[in-house]
């Protein structure tokens, strides 16, 4: 089975070895061949180049399709959603129109808790069914890779039901799927926090290692939801289990979240809309990883995490979707990618790098997803007609990508 791209007008992030993480100088550039062609075979990436020097024969028994005028670049990387969850929470968007905080309105037992008493109430066939739904939703608008947290169940009996549709998702999809055990997502009503945390610790992180659930663990550390000690204990015990870190931290206060997870070596801190120096220094001297979740920020009105201070100080900034039915209803990375650009200041190719290159380090897929090299995987994507690859989140909204190309394969 081959497939053959000619006449990109732009073919974008290709690379002869692994690229590193995108920082600096290299958060600024995206390589992109000009009138190029793409020949898949197989399943991987076989060869490209420019158009004059396509391999005599290449046309031979390949699918041949005309790219000209548009581009085709690495498929998105989606290193942060919640995109199992049962129903959706409409009613408390219009209470935050009408004025209601997120915290309010979680405490007036909204929120979170209002998805895990819904979450509870499903069994796995349907909660399989409406991710399901909303994964092919988002490989439609370009998420190549993703990974997916618990975190809506807040019993041993739920967690581990969704870690268990997370598992049929991850046998099914054609895409690869991370699994990230999210039991500190919020305590329960029904009991005290010390025991949810001890359950957290005794119960649920045990099975979900024996069952190898999961790859990564996670905390809301953040104020309202779990306290730095809290998040100290729970690490630890994951990190023992073999389960990496990957937090929650800074949205709603500066909450020690960014400290507490360099501290135990977590693959990434998400949200960091509260950052400030101390919080960058910390990362500068670390290998996690910083994510931003421009959809929540521009969904909840969050204050805008110091983008332009990270990139200055040399961060590998991620940018994910954090697709959940509270804080951002979408999983679409093409305007994902618009928000960084227009309400963060990143520039497109800054934007790119974070959805692509340096959101594939944020999952370890590193080595196989983000940017187009012979011999992996062919995750690719074909953008509709347009006449330069800034054109994608200049034109937010409305769908750029014409084809998606899963594993050397168009996918309908
Ligand atoms: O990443 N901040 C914590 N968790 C989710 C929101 C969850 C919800 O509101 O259901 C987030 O924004
Ligand atoms: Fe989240």
Redesign the pocket.
């Known amino acids: 089975m081959r497939l053959l791209f000619t006449h990109i007008k732009g073919l974008l992030q290709t690379f002869d070895t692994v690229p590193t993480l995108r920082r600096g100088a290299t958060l600024q550039t995206i390589p992109c061949i000009e009138n190029a062609y793409l020949l898949i075979e197989n399943g991987n990436i076989a060869d490209f180049g420019t158009m004059p020097n396509l391999p005599v024969g290449s046309r031979a028994g390949a699918k041949v399709i005309d790219a000209s005028n548009r581009f085709v670049l690495p498929s998105f990387v989606d290193s942060?959603t919640?995109l199992v969850?049962a129903g959706s929470?409409e009613s408390e968007f219009v209470d935050k129109i009408k004025g209601l905080t997120?915290e309010q309105i979680?405490a007036n037992g909204g929120?979170?808790l209002?998805?895990a008493k819904k979450l509870q109430a499903a069994d796995e066939d349907e909660l399989f069914d409406s991710a399901w739904q909303r994964l092919n939703e988002v490989m439609r608008t370009g998420t190549g890779a993703i990974e997916i947290k618990s975190?809506?169940g807040l019993t041993p009996q739920d967690e581990i039901k969704m870690l268990r549709v997370i598992k049929k998702l991850q046998k099914y999809a054609p895409i690869t799927i991370k699994a990230t055990f999210?039991g500190a997502?919020a305590i329960p009503k029904e009991i005290d926090r010390a025991s949810y945390v001890s359950q957290i610790i005794n119960e649920m992180l045990p099975q979900v290692a024996a069952e190898q659930l999961a790859a990564y663990c996670d905390v809301?550390c953040?104020e309202g939801?779990f306290t730095v000690e809290e998040t100290d204990k729970i690490l630890a015990a994951a990190t023992a289990l073999g389960l990496r870190p990957k937090i929650?931290a800074n949205?709603?206060a500066v909450s020690g979240g960014v400290q507490i997870g360099v501290k135990h070596q977590a693959l990434s801190v998400?949200?960091l809309e509260r950052i400030g120096a101390e919080e960058i220094e910390v990362l500068k001297n670390s290998d996690t990883l910083p994510v931003v979740?421009p959809g929540?920020v521009f969904f909840?009105g969050l204050p805008k995490p110091p983008v332009r201070q990270m990139i200055e100080a040399g961060l590998p900034l991620v940018i994910a979707s954090?697709y959940?039915?509270?804080?951002?209803p979408s999983g679409n990375m093409p305007f994902t990618i618009a928000l960084a650009c227009i309400q963060l200041r990143m520039t497109p190719e800054e934007a790119l790098n974070a959805a692509t290159i340096n959101a594939a380090y944020a999952l370890g897929l590193e080595n196989t997803h983000g940017h187009i090299r012979r011999g992996i995987a062919a995750n690719v994507l074909l953008t509709k007609e347009m006449p330069s690859y800034q054109f994608m989140p200049y034109s937010f909204g409305n769908q750029p990508i014409e084809l998606v190309v899963v594993n050397g394969k168009l996918w309908e």
């Open positions: 942060h919640h969850f929470r997120y979680a929120g979170i209002n998805s975190g809506y999210l997502h809301f953040d939801f929650h949205e709603l998400d949200h979740l929540s909840l954090d959940n039915p509270g804080s951002c």
